[in-house]
């Protein structure tokens, strides 16, 4: 469609009311998005999705490059289907996959209808994830029941001076959102929404738009509330956070939200992959990230300097009591060394962090550097983006982009690598540090009682007739699984709870809108 050979297209899609746009991939006539829409589909007799390919031009109006219909009715339920739609009034086709699937597990419903105020039924989901029910389902791990009540005081997205607020509640791969309420800033939505856990270490994420008819919705503000940090049954007022979760926006909301959960299930799922996203923003380059990986990484480096460093002022006997205490030290384990101290020592530093912890003597501070990084940031993105238009950065950089995301993304996991092990003897999540315990004490154990040379041999054993016994079972490692679940330095500044403005307190809001 453009002068030079190529296309920018782009996808729209429309069931009844529901539409959705994909992503631009510039310059290509052999596109790949690989994006995923979920429509909400109520009538048992089927729809027909209307889908229209498109060319952007900046500054006029975008090319129609062609259009296909899928007719839902003709398609089994609980099976994907590939399909190669022929573009009507124009050429080449679209490859979609489509699943019509039942959504038991999600649900919503009015406040009036509450699964656990009602006792029968809140004894039935207690019996299902009681300690007994163990080994059974273990992708059932647990139940997430969350009450959107209210929001206040949001941004004015109209030129009215108001805003068209809805709400979108995630947790992975299940997306549901609540109804408009329009020209309010002050919305109420009194709904329940209830999901499935599969895994006890995902995050609850509950994000405001503005709906616009016209064009896709205005960000308001979201909240990313780890499942392990909730409180049950508390009604509480979460400030709403921009879309990095850096900082605060304007606005809070108002949830209550329960959580059951079988602990044994939880802690056989935290050694399995985790589940991966289906839609996910796109990676870019930021000169800023780039910056903010570096330091974190060099942060990771540094401790395990500092720690040579020590190490060799020992040998150096720079303090002589200290270099004695060392010496006597290394002369007692190398002697006595057995491989079970291993998982001894990292014990005791577990013990030793919670009991600093528990006595109030552990003097960790808020890491107020991560947090500083994220801002400058989201400030350095804006300013990129109006030197991208101006200067046409971007396009001077198109060659090396893909290889200077690849390091950046490397930098950013060798950092969040090293700040997960760092936060799993930290007790940052308690639960997974309880869990370190119980498999540091059972290595311990089994290390004391069974030679190594037997542990070694059943491991061997295993690793070779492993594909011999089940032929597609996915290869895992169970320690990078578990600490998959820990968060790095980013995601605790990410999931850390904003003080609410006093603003906002129920006295003020009654003051305020006294109706």
């Given at each position: ?206 994000t405001v738009y503005d709906e616009d ?158 947090e500083d990084m994220l801002e400058d ?73 069974i030679p190594l040379r037997y542990i ?60």
């Amino acid at each position: 469609m453009d002068a030079n050979g190529l296309s920018d297209p782009y996808v729209k899609f429309r069931l009844g009311h529901q539409k959705y746009k994909s992503k631009i991939v510039p310059k290509t006539l052999n596109p790949q998005w690989r994006e995923q829409f979920d429509f909400h589909l109520y009538e048992e007799r089927g729809g027909i999705i209307d889908i229209t390919v498109w060319d952007k031009d900046a500054g006029k109006k975008d090319d129609f490059i062609g259009r296909c219909q899928v007719d839902l009715s003709t398609l089994s339920k609980e099976q994907t289907h590939k399909l190669e739609m022929p573009l009507e009034e124009g050429e080449g086709c679209l490859v979609l996959l489509v699943t019509l699937t039942a959504s038991a597990a999600v649900t919503i419903s009015d406040l009036s209808v509450n699964s656990l105020e009602d006792q029968k039924e809140r004894e039935e989901i207690l019996k299902r994830y009681r300690p007994m029910m163990m080994f059974h389902n273990l992708k059932d791990v647990g139940f997430l029941q969350v009450k959107v009540i209210r929001a206040e005081a949001l941004m004015a997205a109209d030129v009215t001076g108001k805003s068209d607020p809805f709400c979108v509640v995630e947790l992975n791969n299940d997306r549901l959102l609540t109804h408009t309420v329009y020209k309010n800033l002050n919305p109420e939505w009194n709904k329940i929404f209830t999901f499935n856990i599969k895994d006890i270490h995902s995050v609850l994420e509950v994000t405001v738009y503005d709906e616009d008819r016209d064009r896709s919705a205005d960000f308001l503000g979201k909240v990313a509330i780890p499942l392990l940090s909730i409180q049950n049954g508390e009604q509480k007022a979460y400030v709403l956070k921009n879309k990095e979760l850096t900082g605060p926006t304007k606005g809070v909301i108002y949830l209550e939200i329960d959580v059951i959960f079988n602990a044994v299930k939880a802690s056989i799922r935290t050694l399995m992959p985790k589940e991966q996203k289906y839609i996910e923003e796109e990676d870019r380059l930021s000169k800023q990230l780039l910056l903010r990986n570096f330091i974190r990484m060099k942060r990771c480096i540094m401790v395990l300097i500092n720690a040579a460093y020590y190490i060799s002022s020992c040998f150096d006997w720079d303090s002589p009591p200290r270099s004695l205490a060392a010496f006597l030290l290394f002369l007692f384990v190398v002697w006595n060394f057995e491989l079970y101290m291993i998982p001894l020592a990292l014990l005791l530093l577990l013990a030793w962090n919670y009991f600093l912890i528990v006595s109030g003597k552990d003097n960790r501070q808020h890491d107020t550097v991560v947090e500083d990084m994220l801002e400058d940031e989201e400030e350095e993105d804006d300013r990129d983006d109006k030197d991208s238009e101006k200067k046409g950065f971007m396009n001077r950089l198109y060659a090396i982009q893909e290889v200077c995301v690849s390091v950046q993304n490397i930098l950013g996991e060798v950092a969040s690598f090293g700040e997960r092990i760092k936060n799993t003897f930290n007790w940052t999540v308690p639960f997974l540090s309880w869990l370190a315990i119980v498999a540091l004490s059972v290595f311990t154990i089994i290390l004391y009682f069974i030679p190594l040379r037997y542990i070694v041999l059943v491991w061997g054993i295993n690793k070779f007739t492993k594909k011999l016994r089940s032929p597609y079972a996915i290869d895992n490692n169970e320690l990078l699984d578990f600490l998959s679940r820990v968060p790095s330095d980013v995601q605790v500044v990410q999931y850390h709870e904003l003080k609410q403005d006093p603003s906002h307190s129920p006295s003020k809001r009654k003051k305020n809108n006294p109706g």
